[in-house]
């Protein structure tokens, strides 16, 4: 657990300081990065609970039923990261900027998980 909680507060602080950043671009800029954002933590949130499902201890998920889950969420991801980018009036540069925030923390999260791994 301790793994998904250091990832979900590395990519909330760079969605934090990404807006402080927006916000000089005005607040519909900084209100389009934080959508994007939003998106992510959800996304990330609903994968983290399948991931866990599937390999948890509680035993696997039905390999069928665990995909087609996925599958699911996916689907659901990109209409709504659609839906959004087409039926609202964000500004798409913030927006996606929001969405992409969790690359930089899930390099910083594979890095310090790469050093504890060496050092222990």
Known sequence: MRLGR?????????VGLA???AIA???HAAAS????????????KVLERGVRRLVGPAGPASGALGVGLNSL???LFIGL???VAM????RHGAFAVGLLLVVPALIWQGVEE???????
């Open 33 to 44: 990065l934080l959508a994007g954002g939003g998106i992510q933590v959800l996304n990330l």
């Open 114 to 120: 790469a050093r504890r791994a060496r050092t222990s």
């Open 73 to 75: 969420r996916f689907v």
């Open 81 to 83: 990261v659609l839906g």
């Open 87 to 90: 039926q609202t009036p964000v």
């Open 25 to 27: 671009y005005g607040l």
């Open 6 to 14: 250091s990832l979900h507060a590395k990519h909330a602080l760079l």
């Open 19 to 21: 807006f402080g950043g």
